[in-house]
C-alpha cells in the first residue's frame, strides 16, 4: 500500500469551467490528506507545464504514484509516463463526469455553483482512483527461458513461404511435412490464379524454387512423412513430439504457424459436431472434442459425380492438365468442350453439403476453363454459376478470362446431367441469363467442389492441455481454425499457435503466401514478448501473470474448464496448473474462482471490491438519487463509452463506471459487495457473444452472462431482484446505443424496481 | 422439356462480330445498365442485352434475325453507362454491319466491303473503267469545248456512256436490294426469337409509310435518343436532306437531258447558276457539308473507351466526303476554267460516286433500306411503338 498519492487535477477540456478543480482539490486533502500527500490542479495538465510539474514531484520523490484526474486513460497516455519511479492512474473527469453530465430536475444547487449530482459524481471517480492506486502493486515480469525456434506444420505453398520468412528473419525453424515431398497440392498444380500485376494471365506456380530454397536454408530443418504426434508444454517452451520414419523424436520449439492446409471434399463424408459446452464437463475427460465423420450418401451424385465416367471435380482436372492433355476419362479422346458447374455441394444447408463459400472455385473454373482454350482453339468452356465469386483485384482477371471468345458464362440453376450414348455429358440448366431453359452437351463435365480444412475432423495440433488436443469451437467456422475476428486473424484459441492459408480459411496461393508471412511474424512476435515475459494480444505488453493462492483452493475446476486459452491443466486432484506463457492476462480465471483464490498483482478482487466501497451512496434514493455500477470491458465498451461522450451524448449523473479487463474477469463477489453497499444496480457493458462474437478473450462476456444468469437465484434468495443485475453487448460502434441502454436501465431501477433495500444498512 | 433448346455456340461468329466492331462484347456480364437506360428500347425482351449475352454465346440464329438491332438508332446511351465498357452500342452496330455483309446478294461484295484490305479493288473497279473511258474519249488528254471551257461530256459523255452506266447501276442495286429486302423479312419471320409487341397492326405499306412520315422526316428518334444528340440530329439531316435534294436535281438533269434529246430542246448541263435546281443542289451542298462536319467532328471526338469507330463507319464517312468534296470542287474548277485539274477531280467524283452507290446494298448505307423496312416491320408486328406509360 501506498501513502505517497499524488493527485494532479486537470482544468482544460470543459473540466475546470464545470467542476471547479479547486474544490475538488480540497475534498482530496480533506478526506486523503494522509495519503496524498500532493495536491495540486493546473489549467493543462498535459501541457509541458503540467507534465513538469508532476516529473518534478517524482523526481524528488515526493509521490510514487501519480493519479491524474483529467481526460480518458486512451488518450495522452504517452504524455503521463514519468519513468519507473511512479505507477500512473488515471481518473476520466473530462469523458465521463464534464462531457456528459445530465442534470437532473431534483438537483436544486443554486446558479454558479457546481451541481451537487456532478460534484459527487467527481468525488467518487476520485475516490475510486486513490483506492485503485493504493491497491495497485507493480508486477515483477517472469523471464522464462525461451526456445526461439518456430515450428512450421505442413510443408505446402503457406508452410514454405512461412518457414523461409522466419529463416529470413533469423529464426531457426523446424518445418514438418507428413507427405514425402514438399509441395502440397501447390505442387500439383498446372498453373494458378495471379496474385501480381496485371492479374490477367494465371501463371506457373513458384512452388519449386521455394522447395529448393527452404532445403537448401540452413536455420531450416525440414521433416517429411513426419507427423505432429504431440505438442508439449507451452508457449516458448513447447516440446513437440514428431514421429517419422525413424522413430520419435522431441523437439524443442517456442511458437507454432499451423499451415497444415485443406482437403477435397467428399461427397460421402458426414461432419458429427459433439456438445461443447464447457460447464456441464465435470469429468477429467478432455473438454474439447473433435468431430467425427460418418458415411453417408453421395451428394454429388445427382450431378453425375460416381455415375458418368466423365464427370470430374476440379481436383481431377487440375491434376489432368499438370499431367499434359485433357483426355476423356471415358475413352482418352481429347476433351474439346467441357463444362463448369459452380457451387457444387456447397453453400447449401442440405445434408453433407458445405455450408459456405470456397472462395477460389469460381476463379478456378475460369483458369481451367483457360486451360482448354489454351490446349484446343476451338475448344469451348462452358461455365453455369450461381455467382461468380471473384474477390478484390482478382475482377481483373475475371474481365481477362471473359474476352477469351470460347468461354461461356450464365447464372443458372442445374437442372439435370445426363449421360449421352458416346459418354457425353448433358447438362440442363433452368433461369438462364440467355432468357430460357438450356441444353449443352459437352466432353468432359468438371464439378467445383470446395475444400474442407485438415482441422474439421482432425486435432492436428495434438496439444497435451488438459482441454484437450484440439482448438474449441472450430464448428463456429466450420472447421476453419479461424479466430472470427478482423483484429487479430492469424489468432487461435491457444496462445503461441498461428494459423495460415486454407487451414484458416479458403483462399488463393498468393493470399495464402500473405497470410503465411503474417502469420510467422505473429509467431516471433510471441517468442519476443514471452522472452520479456509480455503477453502478446489483446494485452500487447502485459507483464502482470495471474496468482493463484492454493491454500483456499477447492479444486472446483472452473478455472481450469474456463479459461478460453487452456492456460491451465490439473493434477490428479484437480489442483489448477498454471502455465503462464499461454495466458493472456484477461482474468476469467479471476472471474470463476468462487473462493477468489487468484488475482493479478496490478488487478484483483480486492481492488475493484475495495473501488466500489468507496463510492458514497445515499441513504435515500428520493433525496440523494440512485447508485448504479457500470462495469465495462476495456476492449470495446470503454472506447464506446469514450466516443458516446465525445459525440456530446449524455446520460444519467448516477451511473459510476468502472473499466474491467474483460467481462469474463467480474468476480460475482463484487456484484454481492455492491448490492451490500446500497447500490441499486450494477449495468455489465461489455463486447458480443455467441456465433458472431467479437470478445477479444473469445469466451469472456459470455461466461460473465451464464454466471449473472446463476448468480440471480443468490439474489432472490436475499430478496433482491435478479433484474438489478444486467448485462448489455457492445460493439465498438454503437456508441450512439449506450445512452439509451442506461436510460432503459435507470428507469427500470428508479420506476420498476425501487431502492435497494439494503441501502443505509 | 420439349422446349429446352440445344445450344451450339459458333465460335467463328463470334470471332466474326468481334472483328465488325463488336471487339468488346465479351466483356458484357449482364447488369442490364444497357436495357434500362436506353430510351428507345421496348419494356418486354429489351435491347441491348439479350443480344449482349447472344453475342457472347455465339448463338447465331437468333442473332441473325433480330428485328431488334434496326430498332436501336446508335445513340450510344448504353455503351456511356455500361460499367464494364462492353460498348453494347458497338456490337449493335456489328451486328448491323454483319447484316450488310450477309443479307444481299453476291455474297463477294459483302466480303469486299468488309475489311480496308480490299479497298484497292473497291476504288480500281470503277477506277479502270472511267479511265478505260476517258483514255478512249480523250486520251487521258483535258479538252476544252469551242468556247475554251471545261465540259465535262466531252470526256465522259453523257448519252453514251454516264447515263447507261449509272441508270443500270441503279436498276441492279434495287433490284438486289428488294432480294435483299425479302431475304431480310424470312430472316425475320423465321427467327426463333418471335419479337414481343403490343398490337400488331395493319399492313405492311400503311406501316412503312407511318414510318417514313412519322419517324424518318421528322428525325424524331435522334431527338428522344438520350444524351446531347444535337450533332447526330443536324448532322443526320443535313446529309440526309441533302441527298434528297441532290437526289432531285439529278432527276431533273436526267429527265430533261433526255427529254432534250427526244425533242431536241436543248436542256443540256452545265446549269446556268441561277438556275432554282442548281440553287437547290448548291444550298444542298452546303447542306452535305454541315452536317459532314458535324458527324465527323463528332465521332472524331468519341472517348475510345466507351465508343469504337469500324471500318464500316469510316468508308461511308470517307466516300461521302470525297463525294461531296470533289463535286463542290469540280463546279468551282469548271467555273474558274482550269481544265488541267478540273476533270481528274471530276474523275475522281464519278468513281466516288460509283463507290458510294453501286456498293450502296453491302454499306452502312444500306440502312436507308433496311431499317426503314424493318421498322414499317415492328409496327406490324406490333413491337413499335413502345406503349404509352
Redo the contacts between chains.
Sequence with gaps: MSNKIGVYICEGCDIGPQLNAGQLAEFVQSEYGGTCPVVKTAPVLCSQEGKAMIQADVDAEAVDRVVVCACSPRVKWDVFRFGDKAVVERVNLREQCAWSYTRPETDETAEGEVPETLRMMAQDYIRMGIVKSQKYQKAEAEIPEVTKTILVLGGGNTGLTAALGGAKLGYDVVLVEKEAQLGGFAAKMYKQVPYSYPYTQAVTPDVDQKINAVTAHEKIRVLTNATLEKLEGAPGMYTAVVKNGNGEENIPVGSVVLATGWKPFDPTARVVVADQTACEAQDSEAVVETPAVEKGENVLEPLGYGKFTNVITNVDMELMAKKGDLLRPSDGRPVQSVAFIQCAGQRSSEEGHLPYCSSVCCMVSLKQAGYLREKNE?G?AFIIYKD?IVPGVQELYY?AA?????I????GEVAEVAEDGDGGIIV?AKDT?????????VDLLVLATGMVPTTLADPVVNLSYRQGPAFPDLQLFNGFADSNYICFPYETRRTGIYSAGCVHQPMLMGAAEDDAAGAVLKAIQCLESINRGMAVHPRSGDISFPKFNMVRCTQCKRCTEECPFGALDDDEKGTPKPNPTRCRRCGTCMGACPERVISFDEYNVDMIASMIKENEVPDDIDEGGPRVIVFVCENDAYPALDMAAFQGKKWSPYVRFIPVRCLGSINTIWIADAMSKGIDGVLLLGCKYGDDYQCHFAKGSELCNRRMENIAETLGRLQLEPERVQQKQVAIDDYDLIPQMIEEFMNHIIDDIGANPYKGF | MA?????E?D?QF??DL?AAGGESL??C??CATCSVVCPLSPEQ?PYPR?EM??A????KDKLVGDLDMWLCHNCGQCSEQCP?GAKPADLMAAMRNMAYQNIAQPAIMGKLMSAPKYLPVLVAIPAVIFLVVWFITAGFGTPVDENGNVLWRLVFPQTAFIDPLFALTAIAVALIFARGVLNLIKTFNDSPQAPVGGVPVMDVLKSTWQVIKDEILTHAKFKSCGGDNTDRYYGHMGIFFGFIALFIVTAYVGAAYWLGVFTGLDLKTPMSLWNPFKILANVATIGLIIGLVLVTKRRLNLDDAKFKSCYYDWYLLGVIWVVVLTGMFSQLLRLANVPGIAYPVYFLHLVSIFMLFAYLPWSKLAHLVYRTIALGYARKVGREPKPQV
Design positions: 476451338n469451348k461468380m474481365k471473359q474476352d477469351d471468345p470460347g461461356f458464362l450464365t447464372k440442363t441469363l440467355l432468357g430460357e431453359d438450356i441444353e449443352i452437351k | 422446349q429446352t433448346n440445344r445450344i455456340p465460335l463470334i470471332r468481334q465479351k466483356k456480364y449482364q425482351n439479350k449475352i447472344w457472347q454465346w455465339g448463338l464494364r
